[in-house]
């Protein structure tokens, strides 16, 4: 049985897609049989990021609708073996994911991968929910900035509330992923710092994932960005966020500013 | 000092901290998202009432959440000096 890990945010933009598809490579990396499910109906953007866009088929709305089959719709990651993709429909019709459709699905997928992680869309309406229904780990994805902390406190709290989990009187396991961390500015304290983050909302730290060209870079060739370039400072933070999320207890790397000869100057002023 | 110093170590994230901090506590009062605290309120509510007069807007439950131990603060007013019966009983 896989274990179901769902991304979410409550605001949009923050990251989620890109760390579901470098989780999500990260894991097949280690030879897990890993499925990134888009959630995010009629803005389907996952596919882009994993380079699949031209495969796409079928979609999660047709397999629902009976007008696929599943092993039809998955598609195949170019690059690792045991890395799938199911798509989202571009349909406008928001209530074309149901739920009776969504938990066949991801109990058929659940059956024969050890990973399904669902890529959820912005927002706390229907898709959202949706997206995290079935998970057991949710990952947090939150920026250091005030509006992205708000709408995560927001989303733990409907995690708490409307997910199978809590309808069993049990707990999703939730981790907060910071990403988009910019130590120049972490360091200028003009950005809230990880100790700050971590005490306001009250969650495990699953990784620290530094803003960089280097994701921008990855999703303009259709690769996810732990694999693109494996050393990059972003793809380091999501193989040790992946490992950490398979038990291993990997130490945690502040991504640290590199300072120029102008920055060392300052810092030996100030 | 001074003025090299605001010019080059702007800090407004201990502002955002701090206004962040004192919305969360209300919204996470409020909105709660959870349907745990609302029936614990109504719960509570409804056993108080049984012995002494207390409406809707007297329980206040508030949860505040944190590792290792979370808080659930229970608040009930009663209206007037309560009488609990330790007179008679001494
Ligand atoms: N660590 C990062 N460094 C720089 N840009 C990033 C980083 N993470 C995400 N982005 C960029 O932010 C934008 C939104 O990311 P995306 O993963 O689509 O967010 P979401 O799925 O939450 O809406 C994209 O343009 C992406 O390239
Ligand atoms: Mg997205």
């Given at each position: 049985m896989a274990k179901i890990i769902t991304v979410t945010s409550?605001?949009?933009?923050?990251?989620k897609t890109t760390t579901t598809a470098a989780i999500g490579a990260a894991l097949a990396r280690t030879g897990d049989k890993v499925v990134v499910v888009d959630?995010?109906?009629?803005?389907?953007n996952l596919d882009l990021i994993m380079g699949a866009e031209r495969r796409v088929v079928y979609d999660f709305v047709n397999v629902i609708q009976g007008d696929a089959r599943l092993p039809q719709a998955l598609i195949k990651d170019k690059r690792l073996d045991s890395l799938f993709l199911l798509p989202a429909s571009?349909?406008?019709?928001?209530?074309?994911?149901t739920e009776e459709g969504v938990d066949k699905v991801i109990g058929d997928l659940s059956r024969h991968f050890d990973w399904v992680i669902c890529d959820s869309p912005a927002g706390i309406e229907r898709g959202a929910t949706l997206a995290m229904r079935?998970?057991?780990?949710?990952?947090v994805v939150t920026n250091p900035e005030v509006s992205s902390v708000r709408d995560s406190d927001r989303i733990v709290g409907i995690l708490d509330a409307k997910t199978l989990k809590a309808e069993r009187g049990e707990t999703v396991d939730k981790r907060l992923l910071l990403t988009r961390y910019d130590p120049v500015r972490a360091a200028r304290g003009d950005m809230l710092k990880t100790e700050d983050v971590l005490e306001i909302l009250s969650l495990p730290l699953l990784g620290i994932v530094p803003e960089s060209p280097d994701v921008l870079k990855a999703s303009n060739m259709g690769v996810p960005v732990s694999i693109n370039d494996p050393n990059s400072a972003p793809a380091r933070a999501y193989h040790d966020a992946a490992l950490r999320l398979k038990g291993e207890d990997i130490a945690m790397e502040t991504p640290r500013q590199r300072l120029g000869l102008f920055g060392k100057f300052l810092r030996r002023a100030a | 000092m001074t003025l090299w110093k605001r010019l080059f170590s702007s800090t407004s994230a201990p502002q955002a901290r701090e206004r962040l901090q004192i919305l969360l506590s209300h919204e996470r009062q409020v909105l709660?998202?959870?349907d745990l605290l609302s029936s614990l309120r109504e719960e509570i509510l409804a056993v108080v009432a049984k012995h002494v007069p207390c409406e809707q807007d007297n329980v206040k439950v508030r949860l505040e959440r944190g590792t290792p131990m979370s808080i659930l603060e229970i608040e009930v007013e009663v209206r007037?000096?309560?009488?609990?019966g330790i007179s008679k009983a001494a």
């Open positions: 409550g605001k949009g933009g923050v990251g959630f995010d109906v009629g803005l389907r571009q349909t406008r019709d928001k209530d074309a994911l079935h998970a057991e780990i949710a990952i | 709660g998202g959870s007037g000096n309560l009488d609990i």
